[in-house]
């Protein structure tokens, strides 16, 4: 009977190879400090935001948890919930600037905000966020706390 280790290798080498297919972030960009610069400005459990090709929405970097990015949160237009790749797939791949915050629970105590829009200076490049918890700042502070992150993480030039 095979062990379990050896179960877990035909997988493992399939999450590899999907991995390699992925798009890259630019040359120049250190992932490790653009992580740090995220989490330095809207680090959260709570949050999760997603770079990706402008027009294919092909992900090319995502900040957080499995938990916190497969989420579905309100959308804060009408009844509809959306997680944040959801967002990414309609409006966010098109660089539509998205600025959203509405109550997350019945007794109003916790909010969502969503943000998206193009990269600075990465016209190639969109962004998706989401941050759900007890004091969420607005969307719209949400996506300016972001895009000065992006600039000190190294993928948006300096202004």
């Known amino acids: 009977m095979p062990s379990k280790t050896l179960l877990w290798l035909p997988l493992a080498a399939t999450l590899a190879l999907v991995a390699a297919c992925s798009p890259p972030l630019p040359s120049g960009v250190d992932p490790d400090a653009l992580k740090a610069a995220v989490g330095d400005a809207v680090g959260d459990p709570n949050t999760c935001v997603l ?20 989420t579905a949160w309100p959308a804060c237009s009408g009844t509809e919930v959306r997680t944040v790749e959801q967002l990414m797939k309609t409006a966010g791949r098109e ?8 109550p997350s629970n019945t007794d109003r105590s916790r909010t969502v905000a969503w943000a ?9 490049m969109v962004f998706t966020a989401v941050m759900e918890g007890a004091k969420t700042p607005p ?21």
């Not at 770079?51 to 497969?70: F, K, L, Q």
């Not at 660089?95 to 509405?102: F, H, L, P, R």
């Not at 969307?139 to 202004?159: F, M, Q, T, W």
């Open 139 to 159: 969307g719209i502070v949400l996506g300016d706390k972001l895009r000065n992150a992006l600039e000190r993480g190294g993928l948006s030039p300096a202004r």
């Open 116 to 124: 998206a829009g193009p990269v600075p200076g990465r016209p190639e």
């Open 51 to 70: 770079i990706a090709e402008a027009g294919t929405g092909r992900i090319v970097w995502r900040y957080g948890s499995s938990r916190s990015c497969g």
């Open 95 to 102: 660089g539509a600037e998205i600025w959203a915050s509405c």
